[in-house]
C-alpha cells in the first residue's frame, strides 16, 4: 500500500483543518487506517484510527470531541477533519496501515502498523 498524506498547513488556534489519506495499491477496504502525529523531538503518538468498514472509529484522550475521522472507500481515501486546533496539536501528521487485514487490535501501537505514507506539516499559532 502506498499512502499520501495532504492538507497540512499553517492555522490560528480555534481553526479547522481537514487532512486527508490517499491510498493507492492493495485493496483498501480491507484495512484499518490510523492517524499519527510527531513534535519535534517526539515519539509517534496515535492521533485517531477508523476500521476497514468505517463503522469503528478510535480516538486519543487529547484530541476526542475535536477530531474526526472517516473514509471514502470508493476514493481509497480517509479523512481527518480537525476542529478547535491548540498550538499543542502542531506535528507532523502521518497516516499508516497495517499488514493484517479485517483487525483493529492494536490500532494505537505505531509498530503495529507496516505502511506510512509522507506526513504533512500542521502549525497551529497562538
Known amino acids: 500500500v502506498q499512502l499520501q498524506a495532504s492538507g497540512g498547513g499553517l492555522v490560528q488556534a480555534g481553526g479547522s483543518l481537514e487532512l486527508a489519506c490517499s491510498a493507492s495499491g492493495r485493496p483498501f477496504n480491507r484495512y484499518l487506517v490510523g492517524w499519527f502525529r510527531q513534535a519535534p523531538g517526539k515519539e509517534h503518538e496515535f492521533v485517531a484510527a477508523?476500521?476497514?468498514?468505517?463503522?469503528?472509529?478510535m480516538y486519543s484522550d487529547s484530541v476526542k470531541g475535536r477530531f474526526t475521522i472517516s473514509r471514502d472507500n470508493a476514493k481509497n481515501t480517509v479523512y481527518l477533519q480537525m476542529n478547535s486546533l491548540k498550538p499543542e496539536d502542531t506535528a507532523v501528521y502521518s497516516c499508516?496501515?497495517?499488514?493484517?487485514?479485517?483487525?483493529?487490535?492494536?490500532?494505537?501501537?505505531?509498530?503495529?502498523?507496516?505502511?506510512w505514507g509522507q506526513g504533512t506539516l500542521v502549525t497551529v499559532s497562538s
Open positions: 499508516a496501515v497495517p499488514t493484517e487485514r479485517y483487525s483493529s487490535n492494536n490500532y494505537d501501537n505505531p509498530s503495529w502498523y507496516h505502511y
Open positions: 477508523i476500521s476497514w468498514t468505517g463503522l469503528g472509529t
